[in-house]
């Protein structure tokens, strides 16, 4: 069964192509392709805090132990830069060549990626992105997120969200969506998504999420 979710809460962004999403340190942090520029916006006024520049922006970012993971370049590299000053502290090669990245988010025990070319979510390890599992996904998952006992993905030419349980082995519910989604992210009780159509960061209640508190992913 698919249901229509409402909009929590719209917030228009000054880009052409918001690309990736996350939440890190009390503000959403999204990339934008045409800038070049990742920036730290406040999620009631929409007020840019912050921002750094990466030259090669391709797809998502999230956070890994304080720092920004953004996916880079034609070949979907993994960079993971300072928040502060966009200093490169590490760089890694796409674990899958050849293959489009299309989402990443880090949680407690790992590392979700989303291969839309593939339809897949690989979960795969923090210290070395050895693969640990690779769950099929049906249509072409673009964003994807996780929270507390779940695996989140966006299927932007569907207008989807789809839950699965925390093992990434279970549909639990799709939800329609407004617009476009593509990468998406959780602030402890809200999802949120970059709306391609709008070009907004958009806000849904999620089923099962109204009583959540505090931030989920541990990172």
Same mark, same amino acid.
């Given at each position: 069964?698919?249901?229509?979710?409402?909009?929590?809460?719209?917030?228009?962004?000054?880009?052409?192509?918001?690309? !990736?999403?996350?939440?890190?340190?009390?503000?959403?942090?999204?990339?934008?392709?045409?800038?070049?520029?990742?920036?730290?916006?406040?999620?009631?006024?929409?007020?840019?805090?912050?921002?750094?520049?990466?030259?090669?922006?391709?797809?998502?970012?999230?956070?890994?132990?304080?720092?920004?993971?953004?996916?880079?370049?034609?070949?979907?590299?993994?960079?993971?830069?300072?928040?502060?000053?966009?200093?490169?502290?590490?760089?890694?090669?796409?674990?899958?060549?050849?293959?489009?990245?299309?989402?990443?988010?880090?949680?407690?025990?790992?590392?979700?990626?989303?291969? !839309?070319?593939?339809?897949?979510?690989?979960?795969?390890?923090?210290?070395?992105?050895?693969?640990?599992?690779?769950?099929?996904?049906?249509?072409?998952?673009?964003?994807?997120?996780?929270?507390?006992?779940?695996?989140?993905?966006?299927?932007?030419?569907?207008?989807?969200?789809?839950?699965?349980?925390?093992?990434?082995?279970?549909?639990?519910?799709?939800?329609?969506?407004?617009?476009?989604?593509?990468?998406?992210?959780?602030?402890?009780?809200?999802?949120?998504?970059?709306?391609?159509?709008?070009?907004?960061?958009?806000?849904?209640?999620?089923?099962?999420?109204?009583?959540?508190? !505090?931030?989920?992913?541990?990172?």
């Amino acid at each position: 069964m698919t249901i229509l979710a409402g909009i929590v809460r719209d917030l228009p962004v000054n880009a052409l192509t918001p690309c !990736g999403l996350t939440w890190f340190g009390q503000f959403l942090w999204f990339s934008e392709g045409f800038t070049r520029r990742i920036s730290a916006v406040d999620p009631h006024t929409g007020q840019v805090i912050h921002q750094i520049s990466c030259d090669d922006i391709s797809t998502d970012l999230t956070t890994v132990r304080g720092a920004l993971l953004q996916i880079v370049g034609e070949e979907d590299r993994l960079r993971l830069l300072d928040p502060g000053t966009g200093a490169t502290l590490d760089e890694a090669p796409n674990p899958r060549p050849g293959h489009s990245v299309s989402g990443i988010e880090a949680g407690r025990d790992g590392l979700w990626m989303s291969y !839309g070319d593939l339809g897949v979510l690989d979960f795969r390890s923090l210290d070395d992105l050895s693969l640990v599992e690779s769950v099929p996904v049906g249509g072409r998952p673009t964003g994807v997120t996780v929270s507390d006992g779940y695996v989140t993905y966006a299927d932007q030419r569907r207008g989807r969200l789809t839950l699965l349980d925390a093992g990434g082995h279970h549909e639990r519910v799709t939800v329609s969506v407004w617009g476009r989604p593509s990468a998406l992210t959780w602030d402890g009780r809200l999802h949120w998504y970059c709306d391609y159509d709008t070009l907004q960061l958009r806000a849904v209640e999620l089923p099962g999420f109204r009583r959540s508190a !505090g931030r989920g992913a541990g990172r």
